[in-house]
């Protein structure tokens, strides 16, 4: 079997599509959708995905700020910068990139955001919302990787998902949405005793470890739907997944590439929090 391609590139570009024409409509009724995004340091990879977070949503007709502040800042500056903008109307989510230097907490950080501006989906309480089901920010990520799923048409209901890796922002809230589809879920991690076993079960893998070519086609279901999260960097430059593209492709009915797979939907999923967040002003 050769594995129908998942372009996230498309689906990410039908959505953003669709996310242009109601940040109109809200414009029309007097709201600008508004992105607050710090960023702290001068860390390559998160420069990169700043980029791309600002390059997206002003392409989508938002209003964009960059705070970029150097990495000496204290915890207590920028908690006192999330206050300013959880009291700012223009701004209807704020983001903190990840990772942060070693002096400022992340959990401090995540909980000062207010839960009604946590576009990221991290604060206690939006996750807790995610796992009653009720309607929240969920996860961009997770969130991204459901409608990439949805977008094979496959149903998820009664499908045996396997996820490889339980990180708070991925594996585990991946996990939990792909629950709250009725699927039947199992997660994977450092001190699983055997990872293959799991994995051949698998009508769903999400593969979301951090290591590249981390699972090979003998651990893939013939007919599986995979998911790969991983983005790593080769010596050669190269951009791969935590998949064995090549071997995995010719086992998988679906499968998703790096790049163009996962990550265009996570800065979509970003951008639809947001509008989100923007239309809850007006209701
Ligand atoms: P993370 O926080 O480092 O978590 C990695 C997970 O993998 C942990 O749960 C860890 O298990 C597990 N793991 C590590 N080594 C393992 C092994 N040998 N066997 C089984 N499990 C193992 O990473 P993350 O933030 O979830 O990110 C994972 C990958 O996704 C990274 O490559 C990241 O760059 C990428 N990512 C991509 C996007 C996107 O938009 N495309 C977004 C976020 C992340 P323990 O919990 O036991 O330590």
Same mark, same amino acid.
């Given at each position: 079997?050769?594995?129908?391609?998942?372009?996230?590139?498309?689906?990410?570009?039908?959505?953003?599509?669709?996310?242009?024409?109601?940040?109109? #409509?809200?414009?029309?009724?007097?709201? $600008? /959708?508004?992105?607050? !995004?710090? *960023?702290?340091?001068?860390?390559?990879? =998160? &420069? %990169?995905?700043?980029?791309?977070?600002?390059?997206?949503?002003?392409?989508?007709?938002?209003?964009?700020?960059?705070?970029?502040?150097?990495?000496?800042?204290?915890?207590?500056?920028?908690?006192?910068?999330?206050?300013?903008?959880?009291?700012?109307?223009?701004?209807?989510?704020?983001?903190?990139?990840?990772?942060?230097?070693?002096?400022?907490?992340?959990?401090?950080?995540?909980?000062?955001?207010?839960?009604?501006?946590?576009?990221?989906?991290?604060?206690?309480?939006?996750?807790?919302?995610?796992?009653?089901? #009720?309607?929240?920010?969920?996860?961009? $990520? /997770?969130?991204?990787? !459901?409608? *990439?799923?949805?977008?094979?048409?496959? =149903? &998820? %209901?009664?499908?045996?998902?396997?996820?490889?890796?339980?990180?708070?922002?991925?594996?585990?809230?991946?996990?939990?949405?792909?629950?709250?589809?009725?699927?039947?879920?199992?997660?994977?991690?450092?001190?699983?005793?055997?990872?293959?076993?799991?994995?051949?079960?698998?009508?769903?893998?999400?593969?979301?470890?951090?290591?590249?070519?981390?699972?090979?086609?003998?651990?893939?279901?013939?007919?599986?739907?995979?998911?790969?999260?991983?983005?790593?960097?080769?010596?050669?430059?190269?951009?791969?997944?935590?998949?064995?593209?090549?071997?995995?492709?010719?086992?998988?009915?679906?499968?998703?590439?790096?790049?163009?797979?996962?990550?265009?939907?996570?800065?979509?999923?970003?951008?639809?929090?947001?509008?989100?967040?923007?239309?809850?002003?007006?209701?």
């Amino acid at each position: 079997m050769t594995a129908t391609i998942i372009d996230g590139k498309e689906t990410a570009k039908e959505k953003r599509e669709q996310l242009a024409k109601e940040v109109e #409509e809200l414009k029309q009724k007097g709201v $600008t /959708p508004g992105l607050a !995004v710090i *960023l702290i340091g001068d860390d390559p990879a =998160s &420069l %990169s995905y700043v980029r791309g977070k600002k390059k997206a949503a002003e392409a989508m007709g938002m209003h964009f700020q960059l705070d970029h502040l150097d990495a000496s800042l204290t915890e207590e500056e920028l908690l006192q910068l999330i206050d300013q903008y959880n009291a700012n109307d223009q701004f209807h989510g704020i983001l903190v990139q990840l990772p942060l230097p070693k002096h400022i907490s992340e959990k401090a950080v995540i909980e000062r955001i207010s839960p009604d501006k946590d576009v990221d989906g991290f604060h206690p309480l939006n996750i807790g919302k995610m796992l009653l089901g #009720e309607d929240t920010f969920l996860p961009c $990520t /997770p969130a991204g990787i !459901v409608e *990439l799923l949805n977008k094979t048409g496959v =149903s &998820l %209901s009664g499908k045996e998902v396997v996820v490889v890796g339980r990180s708070n922002i991925v594996g585990k809230p991946v996990g939990q949405l792909l629950l709250n589809e009725n699927a039947t879920v199992t997660y994977c991690h450092s001190r699983t005793a055997n990872i293959s076993e799991h994995t051949l079960k698998a009508d769903i893998l999400v593969v979301a470890v951090g290591r590249a070519n981390f699972i090979k086609a003998d651990q893939i279901k013939e007919g599986a739907i995979v998911i790969d999260v991983g983005v790593n960097r080769l010596d050669t430059g190269k951009l791969v997944g935590d998949v064995d593209f090549e071997e995995a492709k010719e086992k998988a009915s679906y499968i998703t590439p790096v790049p163009g797979g996962v990550g265009p939907m996570t800065i979509t999923m970003l951008a639809h929090n947001t509008v989100k967040s923007a239309k809850r002003t007006l209701a």
